[in-house]
Every structure is written in structure tokens, then in C-alpha cells.
T-cell receptor, first 113, second 116 residues
Framework: NAGVTQTPKFQVLKTGQSMTLQCAQD?????MYWYRQDPGMGLRLIYY???????DKGEVPNGYNVSRLNKREFSLRLESAAPSQTSVYFC????????????FGAGTRLSVL | AQKITQTQPGMFVQEKEAVTLDCTYD???????LFWYKQPSSGEMIFLIY??????QNATEGRYSLNFQKARKSANLVISASQLGDSAMYFC?????????????FGTGTRLTVIP
């Protein structure tokens, strides 16, 4: 039972570099999410995809783009990384059914120097 | 205003004792959901328990129970018979069904340490 798989687990970037964080789920969930977690704070929503083919901004979307490639995969792209984007990034998915519980991946720890 | 408030940055509990982690929430939605997640030192977020705003009974999942007091807008997590493996960060979160069913609002977390 893989659940939600995120790659890579760790990444170090230089300011201005770009990269894509990958996320895939094997639970046949309709909705997928990207959050960031900063020290001393709870998780904050960056973008979400309520269903295949749709994406919408969350609380903190600036500096990010997303792609819902298919029902399984939802990627997060940093076009020009900044030190303020140093964070732990979590992908989650939910069935959009009763309770709509979100299930999380293991996270990607990103440092931007 | 913060939607989720967790006022205990850290808590200690003796092994085999019960512990209550506090959570208060703020919403004007009539329909909402409340969640607790556990984050061990390995970093993953593990779903523990869910309470819907219209659920009349407090939610229970094994050693976890959610003490839901709607009028006080509190959703405290009770862990019974604490184990060493319960040492982790615990996050309370809320989903508002009218204003944004796709977003979970998280508190800042409580670090629980279980003492042998």
C-alpha cells in the first residue's frame, strides 16, 4: 500500500533555479493538494486540484505552479526558487467523499540557498 | 483571527497515563470537519481521527478520542494509556464546508513527549 508518494525526499537549490516536485497517489482519489510547512507553523495550502483537469489557488500560491497530469499525479513547480521557499512540502489526496479525509505523503524537504 | 488555536507548544505525559491535547477553532460555517494528525520525528503526517460538526457522538479510534464541545468550539484530543511511540507533534485541523471544503486549516501543533 504505497498511498501518496512524493519525490524527491530532499533537495537543495540555488536561488533562481527551477525544479518540479512530483506526487502520485494510488488510492483512486479525486482531489489532490500541495501544502508547505514552515517552522512553528501549521501546514498551509499552496494549490489544490478538486478533480482531474482542474486546479485552484490556496492560501500561499505565489511563486508556484501546478499540473494535474492525470488522476494519479499532481506536480508542483518552482520556476525561480527563492530562499523564502525553503520549507517542507507535503502532497495529500482525498476521495471527495463523506468526511473527505486527506492522506499525506512523507514530504519533501527543500532548501534554497 | 486564527481558525485553529493550539495553546500547548509542548506536553509531557507518563507512560500508560492519559493526556489531553487542546484545540479550539473559529468558524461561522454550520457544517465543518475537525481532524487530528500525528507527525512523528520521521516527518510524515498520519491521520488519527475525524469529527463532523453534526456528529452527536464524540469520535473514537482505538486509544484516541475527540472531546467535541460545539458551544465552546473546542475539539480536544484525548490519548489514553500513552505509549512511547506516541511521542510526536500533533496537529489539529479544520475543514469548512461552506467557505472552502478543499482547504484544511492547521494549528501550530503540540509536541507530546511520553516519559518512561
Amino acid at each position: 500500500n504505497a498511498g501518496v508518494t512524493q519525490t524527491p525526499k530532499f533537495q537543495v537549490l540555488k536561488t533562481g533555479q527551477s525544479m518540479t516536485l512530483q506526487c502520485a497517489q494510488d488510492m483512486n482519489h479525486n482531489s489532490m493538494y500541495w501544502y508547505r510547512q514552515d517552522p512553528g507553523m501549521g501546514l498551509r495550502l499552496i494549490y489544490y486540484s478538486a478533480s482531474e483537469g482542474t486546479t485552484d489557488k490556496g492560501e500561499v500560491p505565489n511563486g508556484y505552479n501546478v499540473s494535474r497530469l492525470n488522476k494519479r499525479e499532481f506536480s508542483l513547480r518552482l520556476e525561480s526558487a527563492a530562499p523564502s521557499q525553503t520549507s517542507v512540502y507535503f502532497c495529500a489526496s482525498s476521495p471527495r467523499a463523506f468526511k473527505n479525509i486527506q492522506y499525506f505523503g512523507a514530504g519533501t524537504r527543500l532548501s534554497v540557498l | 483571527a486564527q481558525k485553529i488555536t493550539q495553546t500547548q507548544p509542548g506536553m509531557f505525559v507518563q507512560e500508560k497515563e492519559a493526556v489531553t491535547l487542546d484545540c479550539t477553532y473559529d468558524t461561522s460555517d454550520q457544517s465543518y470537519g475537525l481532524f487530528w494528525y500525528k507527525q512523528p520525528s520521521s516527518g510524515e503526517m498520519i491521520f488519527l481521527i475525524y469529527q463532523g460538526s453534526y456528529d452527536e457522538q464524540n469520535a473514537t479510534e482505538g486509544r484516541y478520542s475527540l472531546n467535541f464541545q460545539k458551544a465552546r468550539k473546542s475539539a480536544n484530543l484525548v490519548i489514553s494509556a500513552s505509549q512511547l511511540g506516541d511521542s510526536a507533534m500533533y496537529f489539529c485541523a479544520m475543514r469548512e464546508d461552506q467557505t472552502g471544503a478543499n482547504n484544511l486549516f492547521f494549528g501550530t501543533g503540540t509536541r507530546l513527549t511520553v516519559i518512561p
